[in-house]
């Protein structure tokens, strides 16, 4: 069993900035792309940014040049950097991953439960 364990979420002003951090652990052999979605009240859920295992990234456009994904290999863990926020941006952000499970269990993608990001106008 893989568990991912999102952190970092809170409450902020506009223009402020949060980073947000994504720990997964459990039965991992390696982890492939990671990323980022997230969820506003009466919205669908909606991809913010993703990660390769080699570091190429992806980001949604409302977001390009204020986020920056990133992680740590080592830690099992990915990042979203957050700068100018905006109260658009308010949301419940969810930590997703592609993992090959280890003792051959094949690959699985993960979810975490979600950390909120209230941005305050």
């Known amino acids: 069993q893989v568990q991912l364990v999102e952190s970092g979420g809170g409450l902020v002003q506009a223009g402020g900035s949060l980073r947000l951090s994504c720990a997964a652990s459990?039965?991992?052999?390696?982890?492939?792309?990671m990323g980022w979605y997230r969820q506003a009240p009466g919205k669908q859920r909606e991809l913010v940014a993703d990660?390769?295992?080699?570091?190429?990234?992806n980001y949604a456009d409302s977001v390009k040049a204020r986020f920056t994904i990133s992680r740590d290999n080592a830690r099992n863990t990915v990042y979203l950097q957050m700068n100018s926020l905006k109260p658009e941006d308010t949301a419940v952000y969810y930590c997703?991953?592609?993992?090959?499970?280890?003792?051959?269990?094949?690959?699985?993608?993960?979810w975490g439960k979600g950390t909120l990001v209230t941005v305050s106008s």
């Open positions: 997703n991953a592609d993992v090959q499970v280890a003792g051959g269990g094949g690959g699985m993608n993960y």
């Open positions: 459990g039965s991992i052999f390696r982890i492939d792309a």
């Open positions: 990660i390769t295992r080699r570091g190429s990234t």
